[in-house]
C-alpha cells in the first residue's frame, strides 16, 4: 500500500461559502503545520489560522482540523482545511500542499485507504458512494443503513455458520473417512438449510424491491376446462377471456394487466395442457410451456370437483422436471378450484409432489371464492416477509447473495445424495467466498478497481 500523502479538493467544484480541502497520509500534519505556521495542531479541534504558501503569499483565513490515525476516516493522519469557496483559493491550497510534498489524490483514493486500514468493510465503502450518489431521501436511508455495517452484521451469522460446517465436515472428513452416518448427514442438512433460509430472507430484501419497482409475471397454468380463464376473469373483474363449458376453450395465450395488494401482476392466461392430434391446439399448448418457462410465478389450477386424474399428471410433468423453474420454484401457487362442487382432490399427497407450492381453495363462479387467492398471489409474489426495513439493492451484492444461496443449495442436493463430504465442502467453500466478496475479505484488485473507480475524487 501507498503511504505517501494525499489531497484532494473535497466539496463540489464552483463557487460557494466554504470549500475543503483534505489531506491523508503520513505528512499531513507536517504539512498543515506549516501552512499555518502552528506548532502545534491538535487532535480534533478546529484551530483558525490563515494560511501561507511557501513563498510567503497569503492564501486565505481558514479552519484547520487534525485527525489523528488511526482513529481517522482513512486511518491516518488526515487534516481538513475549510476555507472560502472560491476555486482559486481552493486550487492555491491545493498547490500549496503539492509544494510541500502531498499528491493529488485519484477517484475514491480517501475511500479506498479507510478500507484498506480496515476502517471500514466494504460494502461500507460503497455505503459512502450511495450516499453522495442518493437522490431520494430513502436512498440515503439505506446507504446510511449500510453505512454503520447493516448489511455486514446480517452477513456475519451466515458467515461464521458455513465456517462451523465447514469445520465440522473437516473434522468427519478426518475420522469418519467413506462412511457417513445418515444423523450426521441430516444435521447437516439442517444446518445447509438454516444459512439457506438466512440468505434467502436477504434474497427476499432485494427481490421485494424489484417486484414492487417492475412487477411481476404470472401463467395461469393446468388442465383444460379447470377454471383458468374464469379465475383471471373475476380477478380483474371483467371478462377478459372467452370461458365456455367446452374443454379446449383457450387456444392462445391471453395477456392482461392485474394489480393486487401493493403488485402489479403481469397475467398470462394459457391454453389448457392435454394429448392433443389438433394442430391449432398443439401450437397452443407449446405457448403455455413457453409462458410457464419465462414467468416469474405460476398458478397452477386443479378441478378439485374431481378425483385427481392423467390430465393433471400431465401439467404436474411439465411444472416438475423444468430446471428453469426449479431455481424459483417456491413461486407456484395452486389453486384447488370449483370447490363449490366438492372436494375430491387429496391435498396432501399434491403438497407432497409440490413442496414448495402454495395451497389455495378457490371457486370461480358466483358467489366465487377468491379472497385467499387474491391475498396469497402478492405474498408468494413478495417471497415473503423481508427483513424489517432493509433492502439489499446493490447489484454486486444481490450477485453475490444469489451465488451463495445457489452453492448452498448446490450442497443441499449433494449432501443429500450422499456425494463424499469432501465435495459437498467445496460447495460449502464457494459459499463463503460469495459472502466474504461481499465485505471484501480477500478481494481482487480488479474489484476494488471496479468499486472505487465509481468515486469521484476527494472522497
Ligand atoms: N362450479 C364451478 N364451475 C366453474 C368454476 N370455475 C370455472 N367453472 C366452469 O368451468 C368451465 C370451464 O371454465 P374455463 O374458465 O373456461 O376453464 P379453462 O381452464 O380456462 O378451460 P380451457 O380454456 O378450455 O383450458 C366453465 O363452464 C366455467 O363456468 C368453479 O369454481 N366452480
Ligand atoms: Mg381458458
Sequence with gaps: MEDDTIVAISTPPGRAALGIVRLSGAESIAIGRQLSGHDQLMDRRATTTWVVDRLGSVIDETVMTAFCGPHSFTGEDVVEITCHGSPFVLDHLVAATLALGARHARPGEFTLRAFLNGRLDLTQAEAVLDIVEARTSGGVGLAVAQLEGELSRRLQPIRSGLMDLLAHMTAVVEFAEDDVDPLVRDEMRGSLEDNRAKTQALLAATRQGAVLQHGISLAIVGAPNVGKSSILNRLLGRERAIVTAIAGTTRDTIEAELVLGEVRFNVVDTA?????EDPVETIGIERSRSAIKYADMVLLVVDASR???????????????NEDLNARSRDIVVALNKTDLGHQVDESDLAHRLPIAHFVHTAAVPPDRLEELRKALPRVALGGPAPEGFVVSNQRHIQALAEANEAITHAIRAN???TPLDLVSLDVRQAVAAVDSIVGVNSSDDVLDRIFSRFCIGK
Design 272 to 276: 389448457g395442457i392435454t394429448e392433443t
Design 307 to 321: 378425483p385427481w386424474g392423467a390430465r393433471d399428471e400431465r401439467v404436474l410433468q411439465i411444472l416438475e422436471p
Design 416 to 418: 443429500d445424495e450422499e
